[in-house]
């Protein structure tokens, strides 16, 4: 397991996710964000349509709920901690971290 940073236009928070997961982090949250959230049939509660247009409402821990549910229920992803600050402002000892704004 190893750290990453994931924020949504929010606090950047640092999560433990499963080694793979971190050291390929852009293409998982790809995956999730232009692909499961539209095709899957359990993404359904996602979807919103708001003035006639159809979209989808999600942020970083519903990615962590879909690694854990759907990717690796066997290694779950657990929040560590906010860092109270935006990822673009991160502190020097998390510059180097994996980081995805969604």
């Given at each position: 397991m190893k750290e990453v940073i994931l924020s949504h236009d929010s606090e950047a928070k640092l999560y433990l996710v499963p080694d793979e997961v971190a050291?390929?982090?852009a293409a998982?949250?790809?995956?999730?964000?232009?692909?499961?959230?539209?095709?899957s049939p359990h993404a359904k509660k996602y979807h919103k349509s708001i003035n006639g247009v159809d979209g989808v409402i999600f942020?970083?821990?519903?990615?962590?709920?879909y690694l854990n549910e759907w990717l690796?229920?066997?290694q779950p992803s657990v929040l560590v901690k906010g860092l109270g600050c935006y990822d673009y402002e991160l502190p020097?000892?998390?510059?180097?971290?994996?980081?995805?704004?969604f």
């Amino acid at each position: 397991m190893k750290e990453v940073i994931l924020s949504h236009d929010s606090e950047a928070k640092l999560y433990l996710v499963p080694d793979e997961v971190a050291e390929d982090l852009a293409a998982y949250c790809w995956d999730f964000a232009a692909n499961w959230l539209w095709k899957s049939p359990h993404a359904k509660k996602y979807h919103k349509s708001i003035n006639g247009v159809d979209g989808v409402i999600f942020g970083a821990p519903d990615f962590i709920d879909y690694l854990n549910e759907w990717l690796f229920p066997d290694q779950p992803s657990v929040l560590v901690k906010g860092l109270g600050c935006y990822d673009y402002e991160l502190p020097e000892e998390y510059t180097d971290y994996p980081k995805y704004n969604f």
